[in-house]
């Protein structure tokens, strides 16, 4: 039998970080994964000289320069700047919200005219305390925005209506009074160079990495599905941490996302690496074309129409759905999480949290710290 420090479950980007540095302060730890790779859903593999990011847009951006310098160990980062742009019907508009996107709305020019414009919508809606989306996004940005850019993008990506959605998902779109495409407000910003698998496999070099291994199998059998036995002193979660506990509290919601990823004979499909659906009667939520994140030069491309859905067992789970009802079955699991001695959740999943790539980082980084203070 062998015996672990740790045993890891889940490849991905906070079980990668987690390993990384307990290995540097020489423990031995074991990953699992119930996928047949590494990297959870920042996997990208290449097809065609394009890497492909196979579980969605993965932009990296932060404003943290020494999370910028953690990942920078790892790969060298281009110069991409994130830029989608935004088709309602046959209009179409530059996101975020900025001067262009006005501009083309409303046939302005000017800062003031624009504020003027938004400032007139947002009166008529006498909004005090916004409550919950739908009120934030209208007391922000006013009608116009919200009805073409808004409304139908949301309850396609999170299959309820905006009323019924918190506030703070919209807190990621900001709105900009100059003509600035560059959707994230984030000092760093950039795609690794040939992709973020190798992050990845660089952090766990020196782990017993062993794939298509579900952990619940291995909690009851001691044994690993080739039949060996293993055993460790601590476990690391960073799967949903409702299916850990069996979901004695009840289940907690995710939301899902498809993909239909298609080659085409042709070099440039779209433009651009990412384009927004933002009507609420074209089905897929966006369009990525991989090979602009990486500036391809190659004759074919390759495109992924991204579908939204709920999730239900079967299918992987993307994005934690942070409304009151979910929080408080998450603030019962949590509890419980925080009586455990041997066992650290982490990631979206374990800590049910919308985290972007650079706050799973450093939300690992922490728990390192405090794991080997
Ligand atoms: N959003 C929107 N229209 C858009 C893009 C985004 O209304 O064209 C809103 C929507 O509510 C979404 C949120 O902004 O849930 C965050 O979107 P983003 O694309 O930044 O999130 P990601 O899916 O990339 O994590």
Not at 90 to 113: H, R, V
Not at 147 to 164: A, F, M, S, V
Not at 212 to 239: C, I, N, P, R
Not at 279 to 305: M, N
Request: hydrophobic letters at 35%.
């Amino acid at each position: 039998m062998k015996k672990y420090d740790y045993l890891v479950v889940g490849a991905g980007l906070f079980g990668a970080v987690f390993s990384y540095e307990a290995m540097k302060r020489g423990k031995s730890v074991l990953v699992i994964d119930r996928r047949d790779h590494i990297a959870g859903n920042i996997y990208t593999k290449e097809e065609d000289g394009i890497n492909v990011h196979v579980y969605g847009a993965h932009i990296f951006h932060t404003s943290d320069k020494k999370i910028w310098e953690y990942m920078n160990q790892f790969a060298e980062f281009n110069n991409y700047i994130n830029s989608p742009v935004a088709v309602y019907g046959d209009e179409l508009y530059n996101l975020p919200f900025n001067m262009n996107t006005f501009s083309k709305m409303w046939g302005i020019k000017t800062p003031a005219e624009a504020k003027a414009k938004i400032a007139e919508q947002i009166k008529e809606l006498n909004i005090t305390e916004p409550k919950n989306l739908e009120e934030q996004a209208l007391s922000l940005v006013g009608t116009d925005v919200y009805e073409k850019l808004i409304k139908g993008y949301t309850q396609k990506q999170w299959g309820r209506p905006c009323d019924e959605l918190p506030a703070f998902i919209i807190k990621r779109l900001p709105l900009r009074f100059t003509y600035d495409n560059n959707y994230f407000n984030d000092r760093f910003q950039g795609i690794p160079m040939g992709g973020y698998t190798q992050i990845v496999e660089k952090m766990l070099k020196g782990a017993d990495v062993v794939l298509s291994q579900d952990y619940f199998e291995l909690a009851k059998s001691g044994k690993l599905s080739d039949g060996s036995e293993v055993a460790w002193d601590k476990l690391v979660f960073t799967g949903q941490i409702d299916e850990y506990y069996d979901s004695c509290y009840g289940p907690l919601e995710y939301r899902s996302v498809r993909f239909e990823t298609e080659k085409l004979d042709c070099d440039n499909y779209q433009g651009n690496a990412v384009v927004n659906y933002t009507a609420a009667d074209v089905p897929y939520t966006r369009i990525i074309e991989h090979k602009h994140f990486e500036f391809g030069t190659q004759p074919t491309t390759i495109i992924s129409k991204e579908y939204s859905s709920e999730w239900q067992p079967g299918v992987e789970p993307y994005y934690p759905v942070n409304n009151d009802k979910n929080n408080a079955v998450y603030a019962k699991y949590a509890a419980k999480a925080s009586d455990e001695k041997n066992v650290i959740f982490g990631g979206r999943l374990g800590q049910y949290k919308y985290y972007d790539m650079d706050k799973v980082v450093a939300a690992a980084l922490a728990v390192v710290a405090e794991e080997f203070a």
